[in-house]
């Protein structure tokens, strides 16, 4: 059985006994909403959200947060269903998509991108990821596969030459498993921890940590932390069975994600894991999942409930800086590998069964 890393944290809104220069707030509502606005990721300087919100049953909009401007509603490809997944490092450049073709916002508007549905970007907007990679001013190449059919990356380093995600392995059975992939080095499958699936959904910026979730020997999704010299290992949970991790600092420091509390399907809670302890609580909002992080840990972003009016708000916590811990450099390997298609909060299948493929989400509401 695989040893679990440092213990993962609860993380709650921080009180006025919290740590020197931590605050918290949630966003509000996109105006227009229906009660249902929710944050997917946030530039690596910390100063731009970006999501979604629903404004009818059928038809949501893709949204860009500063705290000076607050919400813009970004551009989209016509009526129906737009979402914001991703920021650049500065925000300049945001990801996502629109009427289920790929989007890229620039301050000159938006353009469709050769690619179903952009998941990430890299630090200085020219690098996108989904089932391609596709580098500015257009050119766009495969991820190879692990063997089986489908295979799509969740996201990208800073630099843009570092890919993860998951790909279908072989044997016919559709099983994922995470990968990383260089231009270099091609596809190389990162294993599992004890059970037959994982699917990575995070990796920091300098590209050496990778974060995600793999099923454990009892069917359940629990997050895991992947570097080159230790492969991937369980991170645990918040006392629930299963655990979700989404995103890394730059130097993977500092992982965030969200875990279930109890055995109930209803006691989803955000995480951060650091070497140090979270923040404190406060009355009347759950922070339900925390689905992105700044370069250097000390802003997240995520999605929280009203305890008292159960609205869901985008929130961004601002943290003290953590000390980072220097991590060895991977090492490029040209295996191939293919990788999974899992979901965040479902109860396990019974081992043997394959895992249908989704549209990856950051949040586990979608």
Do not use: C
Request: aromatic letters at 8%; glycine letters at 14%.
């Amino acid at each position: 059985m695989l040893t679990t890393l440092v213990g993962i944290v609860a993380l709650s809104a921080p009180s006025s006994v919290s740590a020197a220069g931590a605050s918290f707030m949630t966003l509000g509502q996109l105006p227009g909403s229906i009660g249902d606005t929710e944050a997917n990721g946030v530039s690596g300087d910390g100063s731009v959200v970006v999501g979604f919100a629903w404004v009818s049953s059928s038809d949501n909009k893709a949204f860009r947060w500063t705290a000076q401007g607050g919400y813009q509603i970004l551009p989209e490809f016509g009526p129906g269903q737009t979402r914001a997944n991703d920021a650049s490092f500065d925000g300049s450049v945001v990801v996502g998509q629109s009427q289920f073709a790929a989007a890229r916002w620039t301050g000159s508007g938006v353009e469709q991108l050769p690619l179903y549905d952009s998941s990430a970007v890299n630090a200085d907007g020219t690098v996108v990821v989904d089932y391609q990679r596709w580098v500015a001013p257009g050119t766009t190449n495969d991820f190879g596969s692990l063997g089986g059919l489908s295979t799509r990356a969740n996201n990208v380093s800073a630099d843009g030459e570092v890919a993860v995600g998951y790909s279908e392995t072989t044997g016919g059975n559709r099983f994922v498993h995470a990968f990383r992939w260089t231009p270099t080095g091609g596809i190389k499958d990162l294993g599992v921890t004890s059970g037959t699936e994982s699917i990575a959904w995070g990796i920091s910026g300098d590209g050496a940590v990778v974060v995600g979730e793999a099923r454990d020997q009892s069917g359940f999704w629990r997050a895991f932390r992947w570097t080159s010299s230790i492969g991937m290992r369980d991170m645990g949970t918040l006392g629930g069975p299963m655990s979700h991790a989404a995103e890394a600092s730059r130097d993977g420091s500092v992982i965030i994600g969200w875990s279930l509390t109890s055995g109930s399907s209803a006691s989803n809670h955000a995480f951060w894991r650091t070497e140090a302890r979270g923040v404190d609580g406060l009355d009347n909002w759950l922070l339900y999942a925390a689905t992105g992080v700044s370069d250097d840990g000390s802003v997240i972003v995520g999605v929280a409930v009203n305890t008292v009016t159960h609205e869901w708000q985008p929130f961004r916590a601002v943290l003290p800086v953590v000390a980072s811990t220097p991590t060895p450099a991977p090492t490029s390997t040209s295996s191939r590998t293919p990788t999974p298609t899992p979901s965040p909060t479902a109860t396990p299948r019974p081992a043997g069964s394959a895992t249908p493929t989704v549209t990856p989400s950051r949040s586990p509401r979608r």
